[in-house]
């Protein structure tokens, strides 16, 4: 099984490139001969790469959250997944290269540097510690999403101010398509999120004995979560639309990735057992 492992985690950055290649010519042609053709080609990109997560997780005796680049992978795969669900339900189509090409960075990083690791804490082998992670990671994805939805809400709320009707204009979604957007990615990461915070509260006190509720992690994911759940609140009974609500995805996406590089970089914590 090893050697298909290997090589399905080097097809991966391809069948991504290809999947954001497929995307982008419609961006910039559009065409409907090619608008469900995308669709298929990255459905079928995430068939392969869950196939590949599975037989890995099968293979190694513990979920793909090891070490940092086997996260890359899952979070490559969760940004694509997790913008893939989004355009079934809102059947808005012009936005996936700003999606999948976020797919590619984790991907071709992880591809190159991942880990088979065999010996591992017998922690890292529960579900629901994968189960935490990896919910974790989808929660993320929704998150990251809404805010490149905000970034291109502002991108394109700038040119229609300036009066500029390009590209830009021409193929992405109206201001009031790309806000919904960016609220429905914001549910869907704070539901995702909703999740991880309920097993962390349950299981991981009695899982990890260094667990403490002051962690820079676990205090991060709250702030961003209580963020999030007054936006929706707020965005659901009128009282804000527009630049609030993008804003606020970006203010969350900013605290999440910061909480990131503390957990990892300037902090002990238990969550960095990766």
């Known amino acids: 099984m090893k050697p298909s492992i290997d090589f399905i985690n080097g097809l991966l950055p391809f069948l991504y490139i290809i999947s954001f290649s497929v995307y982008f010519y419609d961006f910039m042609r559009g065409g409907k001969h090619i608008s469900n053709f995308k669709r298929l080609v990255l459905f079928l990109t995430l068939c392969i790469h869950v196939v590949y997560l599975v037989i890995r997780s099968i293979e190694f005796d513990h979920m793909p959250i090891t070490n940092v680049f086997e996260i890359f992978t899952v979070l490559a795969f969760s940004v694509s997944f997790a913008y893939f669900i989004l355009e079934l339900l809102t059947d808005v189509r012009g936005t996936g290269p700003f999606i999948i090409i976020i797919s590619i960075l984790f991907q071709v990083i992880s591809s190159i540097y991942i880990e088979d690791l065999v010996i591992v804490k017998e922690v890292l082998r529960s579900n629901l510690l994968g189960s935490h992670v990896i919910s974790a990671l989808l929660g993320y ?117 910061g909480s990131t590089l503390i957990t990892n970089f300037l902090s002990k914590s238990f969550h960095s057992f990766y």
Do not use: M, Q
């Open 141 to 257: 994805s929704g998150i990251t999403i809404s805010a490149i939805y905000g970034f291109l809400y502002l991108i394109l709320y700038k040119e229609i101010k300036l009066n500029k009707f390009g590209l830009v204009f021409n193929r992405l979604p109206s201001l009031e398509i790309l806000e919904k957007l960016s609220f429905y990615a914001a549910i869907f990461g704070f539901i995702l999120l909703s999740f991880t915070i309920t097993i962390g509260i349950i299981w991981l006190p009695s899982a990890f004995p260094d667990f403490s509720y002051t962690d820079p992690k676990l205090i991060g994911t709250a702030i961003v979560w209580i963020l999030y759940g007054i936006g929706i609140i707020s965005k659901i009974f009128g009282k804000w639309r527009g630049k609030k609500v993008v804003f606020l995805s970006i203010i969350g996406f900013v605290i999440a990735i």
